[in-house]
């Protein structure tokens, strides 16, 4: 079992940057794929990147592709995320999800396929 907690949420204007962190808790981190998903008032939750467990494979939203980049420490037992270039659009409960898997290149991109969930950390990003 794992525990996650997000970090780094905050009031941005548009333009700026953040870098989101999830800390896991355990001794098992490598042996979770990670992913970020992000939920706005009133939307769906939706998927926003995703990482292997070795941090060799990555995945990307098509609406932050090119603009935030995820990443992972094992050593630290913490997931990043760095979002450049804000957008109003990008205002959301940025939630991180953990899922153990065998290989060391693959990761998920559906919110179901996640067995552990963080709180969430809030990004706000002002026009």
């Known amino acids: 079992q794992v525990q996650l907690v997000e970090s780094g949420g905050e009031l941005v204007q548009a333009g700026g940057s953040l870098r989101l962190s999830c800390a896991a808790s355990?001794?098992?981190?490598?042996?979770?794929?990670m992913g970020w998903f992000r939920q706005a008032p009133g939307k769906e939750r939706e998927f926003v990147a995703a990482i292997s467990r070795g941090g060799g494979s990555t995945a990307y939203a098509d609406s932050v592709k090119g603009r935030f980049t995820i990443s992972r420490d094992n050593a630290k037992n913490t997931v990043y995320l760095q979002m450049n270039s804000l957008k109003p659009e990008d205002t959301a409960v940025y939630f991180c999800?953990?899922?153990?898997?065998?290989?060391?290149?693959?990761?998920?991109?559906?919110?179901?396929?996640?067995?552990?969930w963080g709180q969430g950390t809030q990004v706000t990003v002002s026009s």
């Open positions: 999800a953990a899922d153990p898997v065998y290989s060391y290149t693959y990761y998920h991109t559906a919110s179901d396929e996640y067995e552990y």
């Open positions: 355990g001794r098992t981190f490598s042996r979770y794929a």
